[in-house]
Every structure is written in structure tokens, then in C-alpha cells.
T-cell receptor, first 114, second 113 residues
Framework: EPEVTQTPSHQVTQMGQEVILRCVPISNHLYFYWYRQILGQKVEFLVSFYNNEISEKSEIFDDQFSVERPDGSNFTLKIRSTKLEDSAMYFC????????????FGQGTRLTVV | QQQVKQSPQSLIVQKGGISIINCAYE??????FPWYQQFPGKGPALLIA?????SEKKEGRFTISFNKSAKQFSLHIMDSQPGDSATYFC????????????FGTGTRLLVSP
């Protein structure tokens, strides 16, 4: 069964450092998303990406965040200068074209900012 | 308007019992209501979903009940099993834009043997 894969599974970084979280969406999917989940809280939308550009972003997704699909398979989330409050589980998701098609989530990257 | 409210926060059910989780929304533009199941250390996985043109959808032991006028929907897990112990999230999205999911706050279900 196809799946969304994310690397690394856990990333520890110092405050102020840049991190890149990587995702390989399911190959025939066209819509890509990043969500985050602070420990014990709900899953929150960060950004959606379609046709090589951001289609929607939340207020969380400020200038410190960026996304890229550099090579047609990977989908990355970059945080330029990490803050303590960026510590969370980050989930990548992808979806194929169509109305209300299922969003498949990766297993997540746990980001710990120290 | 974009929120989805979910209750209870946690739930303990005996094996074989019925687990019921409730959600409510305000935005009438939502037209797709999935439930996700999440095990520790894993990403959310779609369990079952419903559109507002039906009042109930059943898949095996899992049933969604949908009340459009009340803007509420609920998940019923019949014959709950210890393997059902997980966190359950309701969610909603609109079929416009890029269908981002708005999640509820989650319910941690523990099914005791």
C-alpha cells in the first residue's frame, strides 16, 4: 500500500538553527500539506501546496517557514530560525485530485528545539 | 467559525461497550467530515468519513451519525476492543479551495480488557 514517508523521525536542534523536514508524498497525489501537532494538542493546518506553489497557509506559517518541492518527489518544510515553541510533531499529508479525497498522513517528524 | 469542537477529551470504555465521541461545528460551508484514528508515535489515519447529504454511515463496528440542522456529528464504536485504544480526531473541510482539514481537539479512548 502506498504511503507518505517522512524523514527524519526525530530532529533535535538548537534554538535559532535552520531545520528542513522532508516528505515523500504518494506518487500520483497532487495536493500536499504540512500540519503540526504540539504535544497533547490538536493537529493544526500549516500550509497547502499545489502546482508548485502555496495555495493556502495559516497564521502559524509566518516568514520563518517555507515549503518546496525541489525535485518532483520530495516535499520539504524549512524553518529558518527555530524557536522553542516550534517544538512539535510535524505531519506531511498528500491527496489525489478530486472532491473530498482521502488525505494520507506520514508518520511525522518530532522536532525538539532546545 | 473555523473551529470544530470535540468531546469528551478522554473516555474509558469496557471491552464490548459502545464508545461515543461527539463533535460540533459552526461553519455551514464544511461539507466533508472525516474521523481520524491516531496511535502513539504515528500519523493520523482515516477511519471513516461522511458528507452532509446522509445522516449515517456505517463501516464495520464504526458508525458516523450526522445531524445537519444541529451541526453535530458523532462517532460510535460498537463492541469496543482494546485494540481500539487510540486518540480519535474529528475533522471538517470544505470542497472549495484546497480542502485543508480543520481538526477537533481529540479524544483519548482507552478500552479496558
Amino acid at each position: 500500500e502506498p504511503e507518505v514517508t517522512q524523514t527524519p523521525s526525530h530532529q533535535v536542534t538548537q534554538m535559532g538553527q535552520e531545520v528542513i523536514l522532508r516528505c515523500v508524498p504518494i506518487s500520483n497525489h497532487l495536493y500536499f500539506y504540512w500540519y503540526r501537532q504540539i504535544l497533547g494538542q490538536k493537529v493544526e493546518f500549516l500550509v497547502s501546496f499545489y502546482n508548485n506553489e502555496i495555495s493556502e497557509k495559516s497564521e502559524i506559517f509566518d516568514d520563518q517557514f517555507s515549503v518546496e518541492r525541489p525535485d518532483g518527489s520530495n516535499f520539504t518544510l524549512k524553518i529558518r530560525s527555530t524557536k522553542l515553541e516550534d517544538s512539535a510533531m510535524y505531519f506531511c499529508a498528500s491527496r489525489r485530485r478530486g472532491m473530498n479525497t482521502e488525505a494520507f498522513f506520514g508518520q511525522g517528524t518530532r522536532l525538539t528545539v532546545v | 467559525q473555523q473551529q470544530v469542537k470535540q468531546s469528551p477529551q478522554s473516555l474509558i470504555v469496557q471491552k464490548g461497550g459502545i464508545s461515543i465521541i461527539n463533535c460540533a461545528y459552526e461553519n455551514t460551508a464544511f461539507d466533508y467530515f472525516p474521523w481520524y484514528q491516531q496511535f502513539p508515535g504515528k500519523g493520523p489515519a482515516l477511519l471513516i468519513a461522511i458528507r452532509p447529504d446522509v445522516s449515517e454511515k456505517k463501516e464495520g463496528r464504526f458508525t458516523i451519525s450526522f445531524n445537519k440542522s444541529a451541526k453535530q456529528f458523532s462517532l460510535h464504536i460498537m463492541d469496543s476492543q482494546p485494540g481500539d485504544s487510540a486518540t480519535y480526531f474529528c475533522a471538517a473541510s470544505m470542497n472549495t479551495g484546497f480542502q485543508k482539514l480543520v481538526f477537533g481537539t481529540g479524544t483519548r479512548l482507552l478500552v479496558s480488557p
